[in-house]
């Protein structure tokens, strides 16, 4: 062959290659609502910058009937491009391709992806569309699976890996997603379950349909497993967009800063209408949350599980925090089984990744209950105090209303490390509510009285009055001060400025013993 013959060969192959499964299956995957895996990383990188790796690899099967069989990518597109300006390692399941599934080169793509994202400190987002291991492959496609959980694992906690279940992802595929820090989901289309709703009518005889047993929803709302629910893969690679935007590219870097640094100091009254008069009254913490944030954005992490608990990603004067809030609107704001994986985690994460941790309380305690109990709250609620503890970045607690007993100390009290803490002086910090406490403390007083539903009424006043504010805590300095909420804005974003140089060292040693 001439040059002019192997540039015009080159030429012909790859825009065979990038074909994929072909025009029939192309046009089927469009029709099911989905993007190809093409497709997805084009609106997913900037324009041009996408490089893609390993193109040309081939798959080494043979059984049944796999010599010499076609496909082309094996299957998976790899490579790396910029999202907002900045490296992004990407992998994108190609269903028009053997259905997406996983053989050996298929997995070896990934790897080498994920190798390279590692060593060069860049976040990994992968899309999964697959039928799951390529059955003719064997025991190479398992092995294939598991080098890439390993590798998920040896990137955690150095670079951000997203998933993005965009189609099937089923059996012990669902573990890679489960492996990386965040997972998005498309509603209708993903599909995410241990085992699908045939296996389950078999072995338990219930019945359920794919939706409902492994739809986004489902593994939102009732397991916790996903963390963003898209409508389309337009929506999630939109989300996806976004949550980067929140993130530094790895564990040595700060997050970017967006916005011109300048600190509101303008006061919001709004502020100091929030909190109703009555204790038993609820009120949504979110306007609070939007208050107090650059530009009211608020990424919301997990919005439909534990809704008790609300975390998510903001910015405050520019820079990215984290946010833990109790949510008042749902059980009172108490912390359940579910609360307690959801702050951990997220606190977990924050902490990785250099994100301060804004904390806003409003916590009447730990969720009561036999099956709370039964299910392990002690150990689940345990993963809140370790997080916080473990937490280096800075810590900003801010307490509105209720503080009570372990939960009060749970979400980031001053001893587990927050480097300020500050209350409204609608904060009640006590051990526990002016109720629970005095049939307890008062019990004989009461019962000598003559009126003892008078006297119950006076000793709640009388803790009420003694107990039930933030003066206490600030005496003890436990609580650095006590401020109007309209002036919460400005003490956050002053209070992160003062801790950007914060520096805190621990023991060394392997990683400490969360109570999983
Ligand atoms: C090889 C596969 C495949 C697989 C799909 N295909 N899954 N090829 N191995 N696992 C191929 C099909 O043969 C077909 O090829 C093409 O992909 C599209 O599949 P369809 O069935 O036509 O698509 P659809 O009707 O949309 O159904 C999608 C599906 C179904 C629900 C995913 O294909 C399916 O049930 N596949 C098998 C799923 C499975 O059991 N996987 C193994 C799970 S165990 P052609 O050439 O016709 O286009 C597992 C263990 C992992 O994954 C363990 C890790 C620890």
């Not at 372990?406 to 480097?419: N, R, S, T, V």
């Not at 974003?493 to 805190?504: I, P, Q, V």
């Amino acid at each position: 062959m001439t040059t002019k013959e192997k540039i015009e060969h080159l030429r012909k192959e790859k825009a065979r290659l990038i074909q994929g499964g072909g025009e029939k299956r192309i046009q089927k995957q469009h029709e099911s609502g989905k993007l190809t895996a093409r497709e997805r990383i084009g609106l997913l990188c900037e324009p041009e910058t996408f490089q893609e790796l390993f193109l040309f690899a081939k798959h080494r099967g043979t059984a049944f009937g796999m010599a010499g069989q076609d496909l082309p990518a094996d299957g998976v597109v790899t490579g790396v491009g910029t999202v907002n300006g900045r490296q992004i390692y990407v992998a994108s399941q190609d269903f028009t391709v053997s259905g997406g599934s996983v053989g050996e080169v298929h997995a070896n793509k990934i790897c080498q992806t994920l190798d390279m994202a590692l060593k060069s400190g860049v976040p990994v987002v992968i899309f999964n569309d697959s039928g799951g291991a390529r059955i003719q492959e064997g025991i190479d496609a398992l092995n294939g699976y598991a080098k890439i959980f390993y590798r998920n694992v040896l990137l955690s906690g150095v670079v951000p890996q997203i998933s993005i279940i965009s189609g099937p992802c089923a059996g012990g595929a669902a573990y890679s997603p489960a492996l990386t820090d965040f997972i998005i989901m498309v509603r209708g289309i993903g599909k995410l379950f241990i085992t699908g709703p045939q296996v389950i009518k078999q072995v338990t005889g219930e019945v359920i349909s794919d939706e409902e047993l492994g739809g986004a929803m489902a593994q939102q709302k009732e397991s916790g497993v996903v963390h963003f629910i898209a409508e389309s893969d337009q929506h999630a690679i939109e989300i996806c967009q976004k949550l980067l935007s929140f993130l530094p590219s790895n564990n040595i870097e700060d997050p970017p800063e967006y916005g011109d640094g300048e600190i509101v100091f303008a006061e919001d009254p709004g502020l100091d209408k929030i909190i109703p008069d009555s204790p038993r009254e609820a009120y949504d913490i979110k306007d609070v949350i939007l208050r107090v944030i650059d530009n009211g954005d608020f990424l919301e992490v997990q919005e439909h599980f534990a809704t008790n608990a609300i975390i998510g990603f903001a910015r405050v004067n520019t820079r990215s925090v984290g946010i833990i809030a109790n949510q008042p609107m749902s059980f009172a704001g108490a912390i359940d089984i579910d609360a307690s994986d959801k702050i951990a985690r997220f606190v977990r994460f924050c902490n990785i990744f250099n994100i301060p941790l804004v904390t806003f309380v409003d916590v009447p305690g730990f969720m009561p209950g036999v099956q709370q109990e039964y299910g392990g709250i002690i150990r689940h609620g345990a993963k809140i105090l370790f997080a916080y503890s473990a937490a280096t970045v800075p810590k900003i607690t801010i307490i509105l209303r209720k503080a009570y007993g372990g939960a009060y100390i749970a979400m980031c009290g001053k001893e587990l490390g927050a480097d300020r803490v500050v209350a409204w002086p609608t904060a009640e910090v006590a051990v526990m509510g002016a109720e629970g406490a005095v049939p307890i403390v008062y019990r004989d007083d009461i019962k000598k009285a003559e009126d003892p539903q008078a006297a119950r009424k006076a000793f709640i006043q009388q803790y009420q009055d003694q107990f039930a504010n933030p003066y206490l805590g600030a005496a003890r300095n436990l609580i650095d001060d006590v401020i109007e909420p309209r002036h919460t804005r400005r003490y956050l974003s002053l209070a992160l400025e003062s801790l950007r140089t914060k520096r805190e060292l621990r023991p060394q040693k392997k990683h400490g013993n969360i109570p999983l």
